[in-house]
């Protein structure tokens, strides 16, 4: 599996950004995908996730600004970012999960300007 990110950049506080994750490869070993985030200096943490049914799980601190999505025709997966706060300034990675292996996709940066 080969996941694609994009879709960061700078965004003033308040803004929004969606980011992007294409799966190439053996996708329909798929069992889940998610993002996470590492902010300079501080361990990669779970964003979000989205199960292969559709079933998602979000982080006490993006719940309610952030949401995953998928499009399963497209082996796309979205983050749709509103309401960005300077705390939320991280590189940003996809994550795919199959039964055996995990997969990495390459970071994209979020840079939010108080």
């Known amino acids: 599996v080969q996941l694609q990110a994009s879709g960061g950049g700078l965004v003033q506080a308040g803004g929004s950004l969606r980011l992007s994750c294409t799966a190439s490869?053996?996708?329909?070993?798929?069992?889940?995908m998610g993002w996470y985030r590492q902010a300079p200096g501080k361990q990669r943490d779970l964003v979000a996730t989205i199960s292969d049914a559709g079933t998602t799980n979000y982080a006490n601190s993006v719940k309610g600004r952030f949401t995953i999505s998928r499009d399963n025709a497209e082996n796309t997966m979205y983050l749709q970012m509103n309401s960005l706060k300077s705390e939320d300034t991280a590189v940003y990675y996809c994550?795919?999960?199959?039964?055996?292996?995990?997969?990495w996709g390459q970071g994209t940066e979020v840079t939010v300007s108080s």
């Open positions: 994550h795919a999960r199959t039964r055996n292996l995990c997969y």
């Open positions: 490869g053996s996708v329909v070993s798929i069992i889940r």
